[in-house]
């Protein structure tokens, strides 16, 4: 839900806002910028089944759907081994097809474009629970096995090494949810990997005020009479308005807002329309379970563990991931060849949502393939990288900072 969220907001400021108030002058209001046309993007979408699928937890699903998007062809070298694929993963209540979104497709798909589809085998994976993914609202509601994070990172190990034949990725990138997943790939999975690129997120378990506003989400709904334990008739309106409102603050950006809805009336209509819109396209059950997913998330004691080549980045303006947490920093140290990067924040950032707009990282992304071309398994040679863009890049081992 809030990556579904995070697309509504972005989609939604994309053209300009009716306003019931005079027009603001040239002076107060920013101008809008005129929408490039959007590319069409031919997306081929498939079913993985792997069957009497075994949870953490000890609970089994005879049948474990992962439905998942592709984009390019793949590609094999002189082994007959796939060489070119690419994973991106979506973040919390998100489906792969987000990723077809003209603020990340058209910046990254497109003929010399960092992922480039002529060159690269995109693949986009609906996690458990998300998406046509097999999930609580397919009909066992409650019932559903209570999956976590690790196990949505062996399903998607699975549908690649099973499902596609894959032996080893050329990169796993992933925003917010699909972050966290990139870091457990990147401990329980490090040969499969020949780069990483998390965006927005953390490298600790799910605590403080971050599993403060996930529990209380979870707590509007299960409050609401009408949710009856997961086996409502109707829709738990009420629930859903809190976990949405919750949700549309934790990934709000306020410069951009402040400059973008500056009149009150304009500023509590764009809420209202967001969170409405938000609640028709959510179940009650799929987004309790979307968000404790994260319950057991806690990459931190084996850090160490990540080899693969990593560019991390995160945005200052980030409610969720706060920029004054010194922990990206902290963990880049213990990585064998990561970098991170803050964003700095802007009137033109998004919040948590920046990882959603292409245009704010792609050199970022650019730079780490170029640096990890001459990936082998099971060692990469890296090169130094090209550039940083924005606010301060830290590198493992030196941790020194540069400034662009």
């Given at each position: 839900m809030l990556s579904s969220l995070l697309l509504l907001l972005a989609q939604a400021t994309a053209a300009p806002t009716p306003s019931p108030t005079p027009p603001l002058s040239a002076a107060?209001?920013?101008?809008?910028?005129?929408?490039?046309?959007?590319?069409?993007?031919?997306?081929?979408?498939?079913?993985?089944?792997?069957?009497?699928?075994?949870?953490?937890?000890?609970?089994?699903?005879?049948?474990?759907?992962?439905?998942?998007?592709?984009?390019?062809?793949p590609h094999r070298n002189a082994r007959g081994e796939i060489?070119?694929?690419?994973?991106?993963?979506?973040?919390?209540?998100?489906?792969?097809?987000?990723?077809?979104?003209?603020?990340?497709?058209?910046?990254?798909?497109?003929?010399?474009?960092?992922?480039?589809?002529?060159?690269?085998?995109i693949i986009l994976p609906d996690g458990?629970?998300?998406?046509?993914?097999?999930?609580?609202?397919d009909g066992l509601h409650m019932r559903f096995p209570h999956y976590d994070y690790d196990d949505m990172v062996e399903a998607q190990y699975r549908l690649?090494?099973?499902?596609?034949?894959?032996?080893?990725?050329?990169?796993?990138?992933?925003?917010?949810?699909?972050?966290?997943?990139?870091?457990?790939?990147?401990?329980?999975?490090?040969?499969?990997?020949g780069a990483l690129m998390p965006l927005a997120c953390e490298p600790v378990e799910i605590a403080g005020l971050n599993r403060m506003w996930r529990q209380l989400t979870i707590d509007g709904i299960e409050a609401d009479p009408a949710w009856a334990g997961g086996e409502y008739r109707t829709p738990p309106t009420q629930g859903l308005r809190t976990a949405a409102?919750?949700?549309?603050?934790?990934?709000?950006?306020?410069?951009?807002?402040?400059?973008?809805?500056?009149?009150?009336?304009?500023?509590?209509?764009?809420?209202?329309?967001?969170?409405?819109?938000?609640?028709?396209?959510?179940?009650a059950n799929d987004l309790i379970y979307q968000i404790d997913a994260s319950r057991t998330y806690a990459p931190w004691q084996r850090l160490e563990a990540i080899t693969a080549p990593t560019m991390w980045v995160n945005s200052a303006d980030d409610f969720i991931n706060p920029r004054n947490l010194d922990l990206p920093m902290r963990a880049v140290a213990r990585m064998k060849d990561a970098r991170f990067r803050l964003i700095a924040e802007s009137t033109e950032t998004r919040g948590h949502g920046t990882h959603t707009s292409a245009r704010f990282w792609k050199q970022d992304l650019a730079d780490l393939l170029q640096r990890t071309q001459r990936c082998e398994r099971p060692r990469c040679r890296t090169q130094p990288a090209t550039r940083s863009t924005g606010t301060t890049i830290i590198s493992a081992g030196t941790m020194r900072s540069r400034r662009s």
């Open positions: 107060t209001a920013p101008a809008p910028r005129p929408a490039p046309p959007a590319a069409t993007w031919l997306a081929r979408d498939a079913q993985f089944t792997i069957p009497k699928f075994r949870f953490r937890s000890g609970e089994t699903l005879q049948a474990l759907r992962i439905n998942y998007t592709t984009l390019g062809n060489d070119n694929a690419v994973m991106v993963l979506h973040g919390t209540g998100g489906t792969g097809r987000q990723f077809l979104s003209p603020q990340f497709a058209d910046e990254l798909y497109g003929r010399g474009q960092p992922l480039d589809i002529t060159r690269y085998w458990i629970g998300h998406g046509k993914s097999s999930k609580p609202s690649l090494r099973d499902g596609l034949g894959i032996r080893h990725m050329r990169l796993v990138m992933g925003t917010s949810m699909g972050c966290m997943h990139s870091l457990v790939w990147g401990e329980t999975h490090p040969d499969f990997v409102s919750l949700l549309f603050v934790a990934g709000a950006a306020p410069l951009y807002f402040q400059a973008r809805y500056p009149r009150r009336e304009t500023a509590e209509a764009f809420a209202r329309e967001r969170v409405a819109a938000s609640i028709a396209g959510t179940d």
